[in-house]
């Protein structure tokens, strides 16, 4: 194997969801002899059962292979909008790029995203239409859409079926051509990156790390930067893609390190690794990434509460993009208030958590962070519908919007302008990528498509439109805080803040879902939803009753009535001192609302 520099050539493989960059990956494990063929499977880099059920990837993948004389590191990156962290966290570990684009869909949202990220880390970039088998393909077509959109030459863009093989040879020939070697200085002090990790219950902290200058030897005492921790290198290796131990790693190659690291909190993604003699500078490292979705996380047994908070602990080392913090909930007890980077995202971690650490958890209704501006001038951050101030205190609140890209078949134009403007969505442009190719851009408030804006949006277009979003700015919106009570008192599990014209409709449905769902008390107990003192819906669940007058036959009509009096007396006492029963599943029922 060689050990020159310029032979080795570091790259990642990007594009939208579903265009089979996975399915490539699996090529490239075949072609370059990587895998045994008695242990070959279908998406052989993606190994969460998680991943395997639901066809996606969701943590990105790295592998090293050989072709021609050639080292290539190979990372395998997710497509989803939502783990776009994880894409450009594996851009800083690469010279190049293959961007992928199906030849029958062409490009969509996210390809455009990733690409845009790439060009943003200075990487050279390698285009290839995919799925030239399938009978729908229309690779002429695509590729003059790819050179009027990226302006990538039509000469310069390869045809291949990651299915079949055909095309994955010259693509390998064109990676090693066009991508150039790494740089770095193999004297220089060295300095290392953390691009990723995992926690392994009997090793500690497994991170896979890009050198940069100097070598990466085992043994030698390490120096992490940010967290100034010192660690012996226990073991530095490279997957192949079965994890191999080596000597050493030098300038430009990728591989993984393990220090004995038990605290999680001491080999962040971002880390710069040195030698702990001969420190060199830190690297640029990562911008944290903003959470944009928020939502309560709770143990349905409160003993579970340490098991959780360990689990969250241990889940980000391999997932820095989600944050959470302690929160106490008067109905549902202690948990943590979790920040995600969107919805599917919040999906991936929650089962994570119950499937891998064996949890059982109940998520509140996902909301997003809102500044409440003050009457004395200060400016409250709100990420949780109970801790916004009283209606009396607060001037104005702004909400977070986002710009929001819809690439779609022509065909579909009236459909996505009426889902997009009935979320108070304000078109920005309207682009023809061909002549029957649109993309539209919008600005539009996050919370209106945090919940199912992205199925309203398939199922309206057949399943033909993509969607990316970036933050924008905050705008000022006329936002209200709708509580539940029950038995005249606020739950705050079910609290939400939503704009003032959806909030009626929000609390019938919630009053009315609530009725179904809480069993009857021996007591009347009303569920209303209120804006500050007033109460906009109202419903009530009757009071179980005991039949008293049945042993009464015939007689006097005022033995009956002394009797049914006694009654009633004993339930209005009950009821100011009574406390409504909510069963778990009403509220992990109510909580699915919106679903």
């Known amino acids: 194997m060689p050990t020159s520099r310029d032979r080795f050539r570091n790259v990642s493989i990007i594009a939208h969801i579903d265009h089979g960059k996975s399915t490539l990956a699996d090529r490239l ?19 969460m ?25 190979l990372i395998d990156t997710p497509g989803h909008v939502d783990f776009s962290y994880e894409v450009s966290r594996s851009l800083h570990a690469c010279e190049g ?37 399938l009978p729908a393909a229309e690779p002429d077509k695509r590729a003059a859409e790819i050179e009027k959109v990226l ?71 390490l120096r992490f930067l940010q967290t100034k921790a010192t660690h012996d290198a226990e073991e530095v290796g490279v997957r192949l893609p ?72 241990k889940l980000r080392l391999n997932d820095s993009s989600f944050t959470y913090e302690p929160e106490t909930s008067g109905a549902l007890g202690f948990g943590f208030r979790c920040g995600f980077l969107g919805l599917l995202h919040m999906e991936i971690v929650r089962e994570r958590l119950e499937r891998e650490y064996n949890l059982s958890l109940v998520a509140t209704a996902p909301n997003v962070e809102y500044l409440a501006h003050l009457h004395n001038g200060a400016v409250e951050v709100v990420d949780n519908p109970s801790a916004m101030p009283e209606n009396n205190a607060v001037d104005f609140v702004k909400e977070p919007y986002v710009n929001i890209t819809v690439l779609t078949p022509t065909d579909f134009v009236g459909p996505i302008m009426d889902l997009t403007q009935t979320r108070r969505g304000e078109m920005i442009k309207m682009e023809y990528l061909s002549e029957d190719r649109v993309e539209l851009v919008y600005v539009i408030p996050l919370a209106e498509i945090v919940l199912d804006f ?11 439109a993509s969607l990316d979003y970036e933050p924008a700015e905050y705008q000022r919106s006329d936002l209200v805080k709708v509580d539940v009570l029950l038995n005249n008192v606020p739950v705050d599990a079910f609290s939400t803040i939503m704009h003032r014209d959806k909030a009626y409709d ?27 003192g007033r109460i906009i819906a109202r419903e009530t669940v009757k009071a179980v009753r005991k039949d008293v007058i049945a042993k009464c036959y015939g007689g006097d009509i005022t033995r009956k009535r002394k009797l049914l009096e006694q009654q009633k007396a004993g339930k209005r006492k009950m009821k100011s001192i009574g ?10 029922a109510a909580l699915r609302l919106d679903e």
């Open 506 to 532: 929000y609390g019938r449905r919630m009053t009315q879902k609530l009725k179904e769902l809480i069993p009857r008390q021996l007591f009347d107990v009303p569920i209303q939803a209120a804006i500050g």
């Open 49 to 73: 059962d998680i991943e395997r059920e639901r066809g996606i990837t969701i943590k990105a993948q790295n592998v090293r292979l050989t072709w021609k004389d050639h080292v290539l590191h």
């Open 242 to 313: 079965v994890p191999t131990p080596v000597k050493s790693l030098g300038p430009g190659e990728v591989g993984y390190l393990i220090a004995g690291i038990k605290d999680v909190g001491e080999a962040r993604v971002g880390e710069t690794v040195t030698n702990a003699a001969h420190p060199g500078e830190p690297l640029p490292g990562y911008r944290n990434p903003k959470p944009m979705v928020f939502c309560g996380l709770y143990p349905i047994v409160g003993d579970e509460y340490g098991d959780l908070r360990e689990a969250l602990e």
């Open 29 to 47: 494990l075949e072609l370059c002899g990587a895998v045994d063929p008695r242990d070959m499977r279908a998406q052989y880099l993606d190994s």
């Open 579 to 588: 406390r409504v029963e909510v069963p778990q599943e009403a509220f992990v």
């Open 454 to 464: 992205f199925d309203q949006l398939k199922s309206r277009t057949r399943g033909y």
């Open 151 to 221: 302006g990538i030459p039509v000469n310069e863009i390869l045809r291949i079926s990651a299915k079949t093989g055909e095309g994955v040879p010259e693509l390998l020939d064109a990676i090693v051509e066009r991508v150039p070697a790494p740089e770095g200085d193999p004297d220089a002090p060295l300095r290392a990156l953390l691009f990723d990790s995992y926690y392994d219950p009997y090793r500690g902290v497994i991170s896979a790390v890009r050198v940069f200058d100097g070598t990466l030897t085992t043994d030698e005492k």
């Open 97 to 133: 790029a293959v961007l992928l684009v199906d030849a029958s869909q062409g490009i969509e949202a996210q390809t455009l995203a990733n690409c845009y990220s790439a060009l943003e880390a200075n990487l050279t970039i390698v285009a290839a239409l995919n799925k030239i088998d």
